[in-house]
Every structure is written in C-alpha cells, then in structure tokens.
C-alpha cells in the first residue's frame, strides 16, 4: 500500500471512529468562530441537527457567548475547562471540555471535545 494511500485510510478511519464516539461531544470550528463539523453525540447534546449546527457560532447557546473560554483557547494550544449551556428545550447541560488547534486542507481550525457532567 503507498503511503498516500494509506494515509487517506488513516484518515477516514479517524474520521469514522470520531463521528461515531459514544458520550463526547465533537466540534470543529474555524477562525471566525462557526463550526464547519460535528459528531452524532454532538447533536444529540445540543439537541440541533447537523445541519442547524453547522455553521452556527460557537458560544451562540452560552450565556456570555462562551467568550472567557474562547480567550483562553486563543492563547493555548491546548485549553481546557467546564461551562454550561442552555439548549433550545430549556435543558440546561454543563459540559467538561477540551479545544486543540489543529490544520484542516492546510488551514488552522481548533477542535474541541466535550463530554457532560452529570
């Protein structure tokens, strides 16, 4: 196998084992703050559809439009803390998470992985 083609199946593995993971919230996101891919589990968190996802704001759910956390991920390139949401039900879900940059296609994005705290 060559190895750009073993790099394509690296990653739609990772692609596939990330959109499939039970009980963490995946949300990638771009330089002006909207988010461009989620997981199923970040769906069904939120309680949105992909598609109402994907291209919202992130913070958009959060009282203060989560802006304390996004400084922090602006000087880290790894930062991590707990906030809470409220969903459009009334739901109010307090989250543990954690936001990396990393390069999609060459560009910076930033991924942040949450799970929920009980």
């Known amino acids: 196998m060559s190895e750009n083609t073993q790099q394509l199946l690296q990653r739609s593995l990772l692609g596939e084992a990330v959109d499939l993971l039970e009980a963490t919230a995946v949300f990638v ?43 922090q991920t602006r000087t880290s390139p790894v930062a991590t803390g707990t906030m809470s949401f409220t969903r459009r039900d009334g739901e109010i879900v307090d989250l543990e998470w954690t936001t990396l940059h990393t390069r999609v296609a060459g560009l910076p994005y930033m991924v942040s992985v949450c799970r929920r705290v009980d």
């Open 29 to 71: 996101w771009n330089e002006e703050r909207r988010y461009v891919a989620v997981n199923e589990y970040a769906c069904r968190l939120v309680g949105l559809s992909r598609e109402e996802l994907i291209g919202m704001r992130v913070g958009a759910l959060s009282p203060d439009g989560a802006e304390p956390q996004l400084a």
